[in-house]
């Protein structure tokens, strides 16, 4: 059987055997859970300097600068402070069309982001997640 062979008969026995791969992890997870903490707890105090740096590092890429955006194809206008992430999310959770995205305005802050984004919501009638009354 050849790796490609291999591969899609894992995907089918997996696609046919769905609740029964979730039953045996959940029992596998339950039956480890004190394992798995106990390991998790001496790794990290091994590792504490190693860890803090990645935290560090984890926190200083998560953050950019608050941008309000556009996807044309929704007629929609976002904001948020990580646009990769906020684009990952559009296109794997709510299956939107991201190519050809736009940033709008780049604010200092998440404050006056918000604030334009509601001003395109309401006067200009662009599609968003925040709806409601006008209250900018």
Not at 64 to 75: D, I, N
Not at 99 to 115: C, L, N, Q, S, V
Request: with cysteine.
């Amino acid at each position: 059987m050849t790796k490609e062979e291999k591969r899609e008969y894992d995907k089918k026995y997996r696609a046919a055997n769905k609740a029964k791969i979730a039953a045996y992890q959940k029992k596998w997870v339950e039956a480890n859970r004190e394992h798995r903490t106990d390991y998790a707890k001496s790794w990290n105090e091994k590792n504490k300097e190693k860890t803090a740096a990645l935290k560090k590092s984890w926190k200083a890429t998560k953050k950019h600068k608050a941008v309000v955006y556009y996807l044309p194809e929704h007629h929609y206008v976002g904001v948020t402070e990580c646009l990769y992430n906020r684009l990952s999310c559009h296109t794997h959770k709510f299956n939107r069309f991201t190519e050809g995205y736009e940033i709008i305005y780049t604010a200092k802050d998440m404050t006056e982001a918000r604030a334009v984004e509601r001003y395109m919501h309401y006067e200009m009638s662009y599609n968003g997640k925040k709806g409601g009354t006008k209250g900018y």
